[in-house]
């Protein structure tokens, strides 16, 4: 999955200044400064030193320190802009840069959304000692957003429940829906999967968890069995398509960056 790399990621809080190896992720709007090496197949995020008029903010560290850059100037030779969903489709030989690039994502999201006090209005600043934004004038604290999220595979004897989403990602997905106020992650597996197929399921059963800084989500995946009636009812404002699918015709996702798609595999190898 995404964050499955093969470098020691660093994401407590040591703010430092840039070194001669440092690189930095510069965002115009959803899409991010860097380049691609066709030939290694893998993405180079430009070092803080390409950026002449930059101020930096400390990200986080694995073999160097990574900044998220402020630059005037908004250029840098060499390097293009590019949406994630573009970073997705192309050929990797590892996960390590597109992991890095989803990571600062949702930090740049996190700072641009919370310039400002929530409570009284005034700007706010970064915390000394820890990852937060401050507000001087009444001390509210403001930490990362993290949105919790279920991805729920149904099974039904050798045939898994496969979805499309009615817009944006084309490929074959599973049920997922974000968890509300007041509800358990099983309450969210059963609302989410009752409100998207009409189905009601059992045995909810957990299999791991996955970051996933395009949506500033914290994904859970969770393994269920359909419960009775196995009659779809889609909701079709927000799927285009949902069916049992038999384990050998299960079609997986472009590459192997998804929790989702982990799931899919698993059950289509008989392992789950």
């Known amino acids: 999955m995404i964050q499955d790399i093969s470098v020691h990621f660093d994401n407590s809080y040591h703010p430092c200044l840039p070194e001669p190896d440092s690189r930095a992720f510069l965002f115009s709007e959803d899409r991010i400064m860097l380049s691609y090496d066709e030939k290694n197949k893998q993405l180079i995020i430009p070092l803080c030193d390409q950026f002449k008029s930059a101020s930096f903010q400390y990200l ?20 293009r802009y590019c949406s994630l969903r573009e970073i997705r489709d192309l050929e990797l030989e590892r996960n390590d840069e597109i992991f890095l690039c989803y990571c600062a994502y949702h930090l740049h999201k996190w700072y641009q959304n919370n310039q400002y006090c929530g409570c009284c209005g005034n700007k706010t600043v970064p915390s000394e000692k820890e990852r937060a934004l401050c507000c001087p004038k009444c001390h509210n604290t403001i930490y990362p957003r993290l949105n919790p999220a279920v991805i729920v595979a149904i099974r039904n004897k050798d045939r898994l429940l496969l979805t499309k989403y009615k817009s944006g990602f084309a490929h074959n997905a599973l049920v997922a829906g974000f968890v509300e106020f007041g509800e358990t992650l099983e309450e969210c597996v059963e609302r989410e999967v009752y409100e998207e197929t009409g189905l009601k399921v059992k045995n909810i059963t957990y299999y791991k ?28 404002n ?3 398509y949902a069916a049992w699918v038999e384990r050998k015709d299960i079609v997986l996702q472009p590459g192997h960056f998804s929790l989702t798609n982990e799931m899919m595999e698993m059950f289509k190898n008989s392992r789950l």
Request: glycine share 8%.
């Open 60 to 79: 986080f560290k694995t073999d160097v320190a990574y900044f998220l850059a402020h630059d005037k100037q908004n250029e840098s030779a060499g390097f």
């Open 238 to 240: 927000e799927l285009k």
């Open 209 to 236: 968890s996955q970051p996933w800084g395009i949506a500033q989500d914290i994904l859970a995946g969770f393994y269920c069995d359909v419960d009775g009636d196995d009659t779809i009812r889609m909701d079709d």
